[in-house]
């Protein structure tokens, strides 16, 4: 069936550096794929999305672009803040039941 | 802004005992879902709906049953609690289902523990 795979955690880095959390699928066809972030406590947000080859979604310094070829989505940011504390989610649309699919996520902490 | 608003957030269960987890959004959107969270691992689709009225099951349903009397409400039951359904529920909606390109909105979930 569809799946997600995500790299391991916890990712621990210091302000400033910079990241990466990998995340490759298999899905029928080209679906959207989004990343979910969860602060502690909290429910999911959305991070940002990407609904076609090549597009790049973005949003507050983070980035991931639609690989058709490769099937991946890899989140990155150049310079992490203690805030960016949180687990993050790759999902991609591929249920069975047309639902997002999710990953187990990739706890990541940033020191000061 | 309410968004996805879930009750309780928090809710200890012994063995047996029923209860329902509360949905509700103010977004107006037709499709709405439930998700269980397990530690360390990602989301499972319970159940979800497409309008009021109509529902169907997801990935692991066992042991849970929904309604959709509105378009705004979406409750989860619980008739036997089993220490296995200790998880943390989430509630989603979203204005277009199956591979669209809308994302789905999430509630703060509810953290459920059977004992």
């Known amino acids: 069936g569809n799946s997600v795979t995500q790299m391991e955690g916890p990712v621990t880095l210091s302000e400033e550096a910079f990241l990466t959390i990998n995340c490759t699928y298999t899905?029928?066809?080209?679906?959207?794929l989004f990343w979910y972030v969860q602060y502690p406590g909290e429910g999911l947000q959305l991070l940002l999305k990407a609904t076609k080859a090549d597009d790049k979604g973005s949003n507050k310094g983070f980035e991931a672009t639609y690989r058709k070829e490769t099937t991946s989505f890899h989140l990155e940011k150049g310079s992490v803040q203690v805030s960016d504390s949180a687990v993050y989610f790759c999902a991609p649309y591929g249920g069975s039941q047309g639902n997002l699919i999710f990953g187990k996520g990739t706890k990541l902490s940033v020191k000061p | 802004n309410a968004g996805v608003t879930q009750t309780p957030k928090f809710r200890i269960l012994k063995i047996g005992q029923s209860m329902t987890l509360q949905c509700t959004q103010d977004m107006n959107h037709n499709y709405m879902y439930w998700y269980r969270q397990d530690p360390g691992m990602g989301l499972k689709l319970i159940y979800y709906s497409v309008g009021a009225g109509i529902t169907d099951k997801g990935e692991v349903p066992n042991g849970y049953n929904v309604s959709r009397s509105t378009t705004e409400d979406f409750p989860l039951r619980l008739e036997l609690a089993a220490p296995s359904q200790t998880s943390v529920y989430f509630c989603a909606s979203s204005t277009q289902g199956a591979y669209s390109n809308q994302p789905q909105h999430f509630g703060d979930g509810t953290r459920l523990s059977i004992l």
């Open positions: 899905a029928t066809g080209y679906p959207s």
